[in-house]
């Protein structure tokens, strides 16, 4: 915080620099300018000198309360003023806060007759005059080259250059001297030979009817700096640099999983989810519904409060928000909450350098916590394999540096072979998941499966999925015996196999019944040798009876007979 | 010390003659200069001696010279766009003409303040 507050850095060697408060300007030198040295800032016309020099001296009268003076050769203090009034920099107000003081020094060679000798004792006068009024630590001169058209002798014109960079550093502010660049030299007139701390070369490039700006730092005496070409972007809030070679594998991983949106995918990838700050890649033909993936994602992300940023760069935000409320998911509110934010543009409207430098600042002014990019494969349209990848790397390692779950859909083109992404990116991905039609009896049927997912036990089922309007729903795992069915196919096949077990349970049926039966012929078999038994018990107990009586009425008989015979009783 | 004494001189009575020969006379018959230095360095003084010596020779009795000394009144560079020293300034007769360097090609003097082809 302190180093913010004066903007000085103080590097390894004791270097002084000055933040310059110009995003990503600062990265890529280490800290800002060299403190109380002149810096020269060379480029065509319209590659934003002038711009990076206001820039320059605003903030550093905003944010390091350091005021400054605007030597203008080229445009007086009013054209200065409404040219950066639309960068939200109200020249006038700080001019009355005694923060910046316009100098406009006017010069025209018609006007000037030369006479012997002189020097240029006036200027410096009032370059004194304007840094003593305010107490100027910074300085620029708005491009000194003009003198040399409008003062005839070069001789005097050089040492009085010389002198005038010596001076600057005595005096002890930080300079930036603009200069147009010549024709195979940096700048036209040879300033670099006087301006020898610091000198940064702005370009503006057009590959392929494609405009990029680019920013290299040529030296930097005393300092290391980037020394890559850095693309730069000029837009409403001012100059933001993309610094390139931030690219190092030290982002920290989080063991946090968040929600798809989908449940049963998340199941999928082991039951909570993905990673927090992990990159995941839908891959798949056209059609097999990576956009609703991805709309799921960005539904269940605001659904937990969190921030989304939806870069689409095939459709506009009304058009993602009407499909997504085909398929249930109501998107719009979310961008009324202002959770979800759209940023749509066509990958052709300018080169991948500023693509990357805009999202750089979008996440930077919203911080999201996840980043759906749909997709990337048109990204080919401006630039080769090799760059796109290169551009992709650099985004992701950026998101996952800041520890943004990332998201991007990648068409596959239909003929090549399907775990290829088109543009080559697979291999810096958590987790990729592909999409895929599977054509079968005559319908087309959607499947997905994990192809890999870091750190994860992930299922590696291929699953069917089905997009209803309520959102994407995987199908129940088919888990009869054979092979995997999906579709109709799926369905003939539980049907079939649904008829043979009815058939089969109609044969436990018939047996069971069979046996039933069999137990009632066998009851009543019981039943009737039963009543035959008793009914000839009867009989026999009846004819057992009447043979006793039989007998009794004989012996009765016999006895009277004896009595009537008189037979005596032997004794 | 002399030289500067002779500088301080002639800037008092220019002052003072200025606004009465400004409003009786035509254009052409005002000459109105003024010339810019930073301090007492050789090249000021040896602009000022030849520009009163022009002057003398030339515009005897209709001209007024101002010294003005930006080291004292920086602020004053400013308003007649002043980056080399020394500027002489022809204020009038208008246009506004603009001669630096030390005056010493007379000549080239002449033709900036428009005299050659007046005499």
Known sequence: MARKKTGMVLSGHGLKKAATGIQGLDEIT????????????????????????????????????????????????????????????????????????????????????????????GLFIRLDHAIRSIGAKRVVLDTIEALFSGLPNQNILRAELRRLFRWLKDKGVTAMITAESGNGTLTRHGLEEYVADCVIILDHRITDQISTRRMRILKYRGSVHGTNE????????????????????????????????????????????????????????????????????????????????????????????????????????????????????????????????????????????????????????????????NMLMRLLDFLKFRCITSLCTSLTSGSGPIELTEVGISSIMDTWILLRDNEYGGERTRVMYILKSRGMAHSNQVREFVITSKGIDLVDVYVGAGTVYTGAARVVQELKENAEAVARSQDTGRLQKELDRNRLIMDAKITELRAEFESREEELKNAIRQQEAKEKVLAADRGIIAKTRKADVRK | MKKKAALKRTKKPAAKTKPAKRSSAGASDVWNLRLYIAGQTPKSLTAFANLKKLCEEHLKGKYTIDVIDLLQNPQLAKGDQILAIPTLVRKLPVPIRKIIGDLSNTERVLVGLDLIVST
């Open chain 1, 230 to 389: 850095y693309p730069f972007l000029i837009d409403e809030s001012g100059i933001s640099v993309m610094p390139i070679t931030s690219v190092s594998l030290d982002h920290p991983a989080s063991t946090e999983m968040i929600a798809t949106g989908i449940p049963r995918l998340d199941a999928m990838l082991g039951g909570k989810g993905f990673y927090r700050g992990s990159s995941m890649l839908i891959s798949g033909t056209a059609g097999t519904g990576k956009t609703s993936i991805a709309m799921h994602l960005a539904d269940a992300t605001c659904r937990r409060g969190e921030k989304c940023l939806y870069l689409a760069s095939e459709e506009s935000k009304n058009q993602v928000i009407r499909n997504g409320r085909s398929i249930g998911i109501d998107l719009e509110k979310w961008t009324k909450k202002g959770l979800l934010r759209f940023h749509s543009s066509r990958p052709t409207f300018y080169g991948l350098e500023m693509h990357l430098v805009s999202i750089h600042k979008i996440v930077n002014e919203m911080s999201p916590a996840v980043v759906v990019f749909d997709p990337i494969s048109n990204l080919t349209a401006v630039g080769s394999g090799a760059e796109v990848q």
């Open chain 1, 30 to 121: 280490g800290g800002g300018l060299p403190r109380e040295r002149p810096t020269l800032i060379c480029g065509s016309a319209g590659s934003g000198k002038t711009l990076l020099a206001m820039e320059f001296l605003v903030r550093g009268a905003r944010q390091y309360n350091e005021p400054g003076v605007f030597v203008a050769f080229e445009e007086n203090a009013e054209e200065l003023s409404k040219n950066v009034a639309s960068l939200g920099f109200d020249l006038n107000d700080l001019a009355r806060k005694k923060k910046l003081i316009i100098d406009y020094v006017y010069i025209e060679r018609s006007e000037i007759e030369e006479t012997g000798e002189y020097d240029l004792e």
